[in-house]
């Protein structure tokens, strides 16, 4: 039972990358056509992506619901990471990522001439510094209003992305 606990552990630490692997393709270089393994292979990994960004979001609110703050913010941050994942794959036909972004790679995914996203790739970088402070000062407890905020903020931003992705690909 440990061993199990470990890889999930892994897993939401987003320690250990199981993001399927193509052998023989560098789906960078092959063609957008819909009926290429490659394609199908990129759109079932972003979906993947989403569906994770969606799951995290939800155990936060969970998580809030049962006053473990921490554990949401965290889960707020493993659910922005997840979808910029798949902004990254949707952007650059990649179905590697890297396991860690830098803001030098967030802002241009978020940031275009037509969609503005400097807050967003702000936020994005809040998130994951509160979330990774190693314990909350206890002379500042993280108050349920501010968590709700965060959470509602969360939210808007995958909402957006998504919406991005789709507009996106109708096109």
């Not at 921490?70 to 997840?82: F, P, R, T, V």
């Not at 500042?140 to 991005?164: H, S, V």
Request: with cysteine.
């Amino acid at each position: 039972m440990a061993r199990n606990w470990s890889i999930t552990e892994a897993h939401c630490n987003h320690q250990v990358d199981f993001t399927p692997r193509l052998q023989d393709h560098d789906s960078s270089t092959q063609p957008r056509s819909k009926q290429t393994p490659a394609y199908h292979m990129l759109h079932t990994t972003i979906l993947d992506y989403h569906q994770h960004a969606k799951y995290h979001l939800k155990l936060a609110t969970i998580m809030r619901n049962h006053n473990q703050y921490k554990a949401s913010l965290i889960l707020c941050d493993w659910a922005l990471a997840s979808m910029i994942k798949a902004l990254y794959i949707y952007k650059y036909h990649s179905v590697h990522p890297p396991k860690e972004l830098t803001m030098n790679e967030i802002l241009p995914l978020v940031h275009t001439d037509t969609e503005p996203g400097l807050d967003i790739a702000l936020f994005i970088g809040t998130i994951q510094h509160i979330s990774s402070l190693a314990d909350y000062p206890n002379d500042q407890p993280i108050e349920l209003d501010n968590i709700e905020k965060l959470l509602q903020r969360t939210e808007e931003i995958l909402d957006e992305l998504a919406t991005r992705m789709k507009d996106d690909s109708s096109e």
